[in-house]
Structures are given as structure tokens and as C-alpha cells.
């Protein structure tokens, strides 16, 4: 899947885990990430955190797309932050998942809260 993720990869996003309702990813933040007030946008923490929810709920091999998604950020994020994106699968059935995937920094510092549901198709992948 990673493979053909240009996205994820133009993100400059490394996998350090993943298996079946669970992934967890690693990215360091470039300047071109940052907003006009030299922080990074929160569109690319959402981005990162997107990311760990599609490998995460891919992973049980049926093709899942977001429903819903959320996100809170309360810390900054610089330049030259390393952070990391940790997917936990809260709960699965049959055509929703629902995952919870913290972002924190190279302090340990939670700079994001991100809750993510997915449908889950019938359609193999």
C-alpha cells in the first residue's frame, strides 16, 4: 500500500510498525510544512495521522476509506520536529472501525489528538 502512497511518501513518512488495527509511523517536519507564522500547517499533522489510520485499517485486508475524522492539537509544531503517529484500533465490525492515533514529538509531547472511523467494504485488496 505504502508503495503506491506518493503522498505519504512525498510526506517524508518511514513505518516503524504496522499489523492488522495498528501502525505507527515517523516523520521529521521540512520547512515547505509550516503555515505563515512559521508553524507547521495542521493539515500535514493530519495528514501524518491519516496516514496511520489508512495502514492501520487496511491492514486486515478489506479496502477502508475514512467516514469520519477529527483532530485537536495542543502543542506547536517546528521545524526539524521529529514526530511520531501511534494507530490503536478501538473497536471493529463488520463495516465500521474506529481508531485513536496520538501524535507526539521527539519530547514525548502530544501534538495531536486525532479519532478516525472508517467503513470498511466488502472489497478485498
Not at 44 to 73: K, M, P, Q
Request: charged letters at 20%; hydrophobic letters at 40%.
Amino acid at each position: 500500500m505504502f508503495e503506491k502512497d506518493a503522498f505519504s511518501q512525498w510526506l517524508g513518512i518511514e513505518i516503524l510498525e504496522a499489523e492488522k488495527g495498528s501502525c505507527k509511523l515517523k516523520m521529521i517536519v521540512r520547512e515547505e510544512m509550516c503555515n505563515g507564522f512559521g508553524i507547521i500547517h495542521g493539515g500535514v499533522t493530519f495528514s501524518l495521522a491519516d496516514s496511520a489510520l489508512a495502514f492501520a485499517s487496511n491492514a486486515h485486508g478489506r479496502l477502508s476509506v475514512a467516514l469520519e475524522c477529527s483532530i485537536s492539537y495542543p502543542n506547536p509544531v517546528n521545524v526539524g520536529d521529529t514526530l511520531i503517529a501511534e494507530a490503536t484500533e478501538v473497536s471493529l465490525s463488520n463495516k465500521i472501525g474506529i481508531y485513536n492515533i496520538p501524535i507526539t514529538n521527539q519530547k514525548s509531547e502530544v501534538v495531536g489528538v486525532f479519532k478516525g472511523t472508517v467503513y470498511r467494504t466488502s472489497k478485498d485488496w
